[in-house]
């Protein structure tokens, strides 16, 4: 695990230009962070080459985009896509023509989840499998690359995959009970994750969100060396999560979301960049802060530490915050004031029940009961105080957040010299209060 390194200057002007080329290791869905990437490199002139997962027809096989699919996913990232599937995990496959993992859940019921296993030879033969045809296709998305990048172009690679729950209905009620129960229905995060069907999350998350970047890292070996050779430079970047340094009674704390499991996976994958960098490759996983998004809908409370973001954008630009705070309070209930949600929010966040359990050389914490029904029912209540709940104050502040992170990634990739960064609440104030991010409060 390396140490908490929070970027506190914003980096370098970057020399990215146009010809230069960001290839998006991962598809694009919806609104969230990669969608920073994008408009980024497009401001500066850069060619994005965009990948697809792929689809999974009706018997399983995976296959490469239709026409129509294709057409549809380029139009929403507005640029080409390589139609090579690269679908990471291995819940699909059937090694040894057994039933797959995720067939295989189709008969477990979920309030029997501490009687569910699977072997580890069984597992290690499905994983052995997914990777291979993984890095089969990573090794052809290498070669159509060899053919896309221009001789002397800079080279930018970013990773954007992440997740990795196994695709069975079967941990749907049991994920809400870890991530949104109270009561009689809250599962403890530990117990599950020692569980059987816990460490199949744990390595399937491991597969996706991780092992994927040493899978591009190593598949592009030669790629590298032929983009260096003729003058250019290459980089990596991945998505990381390591908890968030935040504006609180006006000093910049860390702190967590909890219980996130899938914390184990983001540590290792600060630890392949920090391989990758001793072998002398510019690989580096950004921490951004946390974003509301439809994939962190199962996440209830993960939102809560975004609030204070309008502190430190205001301390930052002063009155030119307006406008952006303007937006937010327009999105709440009469009689209801910005002022007043973000008391509650502090209120929480400075809360001895959460803030007495983040330690940061401990990260990721297990739940406890009493902070999870905190958490929720804060949550809920400051939701509650919006006109809709499809038009959130978070909503407008994630993509505050996922503008300039892609921003900072960007030009941050040029010139980084360490495996793992933290792009907290300050950076992003300092941001928007310089020339290079003024627009991002538009």
Not at 368 to 392: F, G, I, P, V, Y
Request: charged share 20%; proline share 5%.
């Amino acid at each position: 695990m390396s140490d908490y390194r929070p970027l506190t200057a914003l980096p370098p002007v970057p020399g990215y230009t146009t010809g230069d080329v960001l290839v998006l290791f991962g598809e694009l869905f919806g609104r969230g962070y990669a969608n920073g990437l994008v408009e980024e490199a497009k401001r500066l002139g850069m060619t994005v080459i965009g990948t697809t997962v792929g689809r999974r027809d009706s018997d399983g096989t995976l296959r490469p985009l239709t026409a129509e699919e294709l057409a549809e996913a380029e139009a929403l990232l507005g640029a080409s896509i390589i139609n090579i599937p690269l679908e990471a995990g291995f819940d699909m496959e059937t090694p040894d023509g057994q039933p797959s993992i995720a067939e295989q859940l189709k008969k477990a019921k979920p309030d029997e989840w501490q009687q569910v296993s699977f072997s580890a030879e069984f597992i290690a033969k499905a994983q052995t499998a997914g990777q291979a045809r993984f890095t089969a296709n990573v090794a052809q998305l290498a070669t159509e690359l060899e053919r896309r990048i221009p001789a002397g172009a800079n080279l930018l690679f970013a990773h954007t995959m992440a997740g990795g729950i196994p695709r069975a209905r079967f941990f749907m009620p049991l994920l809400n009970r870890v991530f949104k129960g109270t009561g009689d229905k809250y599962l403890p995060s530990e117990p599950f994750w020692q569980s059987g069907v816990g460490q199949l999350c744990d390595a399937s998350f491991n597969e996706v969100t991780a092992d994927t970047f040493r899978y591009l890292l190593d598949g592009t070996a030669s790629l590298r060396q032929r983009v260096t050779a003729g003058g250019g430079k290459v980089a990596y970047t991945a998505y990381g999560y390591h908890g968030t340094g935040i504006l609180l009674n006006g000093e910049y704390h860390w702190q967590s979301y909890t219980p996130y499991l899938q914390g184990f996976a983001k540590m290792r994958l600060e630890d392949i960049a920090a391989e990758a960098r001793q072998q002398g490759v510019n690989a580096t996983v950004f921490n951004c802060p946390e974003i509301q998004t439809n994939s962190s809908a199962l996440f209830l409370g993960v939102e809560l530490s975004l609030y204070p973001l309008l502190h430190s954008v205001r301390n930052a630009v002063g009155a030119d915050a307006a406008p952006l705070e303007q937006r937010c309070a327009e999105l709440l209930q009469d009689g209801t004031t910005l002022a007043g949600l973000l008391a509650e929010a502090d209120a929480y966040l400075t809360n001895p029940l959460i803030n007495d359990s983040l330690e940061f050389s401990g990260w990721p914490q297990h739940s406890t009961k009493e902070q999870m029904e905190l958490m929720l029912a804060t949550s809920n209540r400051l939701m509650a105080l919006h006109r809709d709940q499809k038009q959130l104050v978070c909503a407008e502040l994630s993509r505050l957040v996922f503008r300039a992170t892609g921003r900072l990634i960007v030009q941050g990739s040029w010139s980084s010299q360490k495996a793992a960064v933290w792009l907290n609440h300050d950076l992003i104030a300092q941001l928007v209060a310089d020339q290079r991010g003024a627009d991002l409060l538009d």
